[in-house]
């Protein structure tokens, strides 16, 4: 199994509802990662967990919490969300490998409408 | 700090002609050197990625890359277009950022159109 997988692929919410991103991966990876892309512009990073713990916050508003439950699993909950936050968000994990050589594997995204 | 440049945003050519995206990258150490792709909708899928040794690197699809030190170029070839490379590519940039972890730097992408 070399997929990541991300439920759900559209979420439509307003600005006051709570609402959840689901990733998960089975190929042992121990890095995982959240990427929020908008149209026309590549991926940026949001956030890092390595070994279940956040290893990186690229100063992220905190109205996205991310979690990591398990090995397996990572969350992205949405809170309050404002317009500009719609995009898509993308979800990643890596081997642990020395150096920079690992490869990053994405999901499909899940496209998040705020309105 | 690592940067990758990618030049020129959109790419047009033909079915059947030489495939060529640019991509140029500032390293201070060794870099590890990845082209994705995303088509419409979709993920990135790695093509392919240049960490040590051959600097000729063979990829999915047809595609593959050379890593110039001397002119820190890691451009992207693939000799004959077919319409389903029609796709956003990215260059990307990697280091390692401790615990385990990597962090992958993009650069901005080039839309591949190709005509019939």
């Known amino acids: 199994d070399t997929e990541v997988t991300q439920t759900p692929k559209h979420l439509v919410m307003g600005m006051t509802n709570k609402k959840s991103l689901k990733c998960e991966q089975h190929?042992?990876?121990?890095?995982m990662y959240w990427y929020k892309q908008k149209a026309k512009k590549p991926p940026e990073l949001m956030f890092v967990y390595s070994y279940e713990k956040l290893s990186i916050n690229e100063s992220v508003p905190s109205r996205f919490s991310p979690e990591c439950p398990n090995s397996s699993l990572l969350n992205l909950h949405l809170h309050a969300l404002q317009p500009e936050d719609s995009a898509l968000y993308l979800c990643?994990?890596?081997?642990?490998?020395?150096?920079?050589?690992?490869?990053?594997?994405f999901g499909e995204g899940s496209r998040l409408t705020v309105l | 700090a690592q940067s990758v440049t990618q030049l020129g945003s959109h790419v047009s050519v033909s079915e059947g002609a030489l495939v060529l995206l640019r991509c140029n990258y500032s390293s201070s150490v060794p870099p590890y050197l990845f082209w994705y792709v995303q088509y419409p909708n979709q993920g990135l899928q790695l093509l392919l990625k240049?960490?040590?040794?051959?600097?000729l690197v063979k990829g999915i699809n047809g595609f593959e890359a050379e890593f110039k030190k001397s002119e820190t170029s890691f451009h992207l070839t693939k000799p004959s277009a077919h319409m389903s490379d029609a796709a956003e590519y990215f260059c990307?940039?990697?280091?390692?950022?401790?615990?385990?972890?990597?962090?992958?730097?993009f650069g901005k992408g080039t839309k591949l159109s190709v005509i019939p």
């Open positions: 990643a994990s890596s081997p642990r490998l020395a150096g920079g050589e690992a490869e990053l594997f």
């Open positions: 240049y960490t040590t040794g051959a600097t």
């Open positions: 990307a940039v990697s280091r390692f950022s401790g615990a385990g972890s990597y962090q992958l730097t």
């Open positions: 190929m042992g990876h121990r890095a």
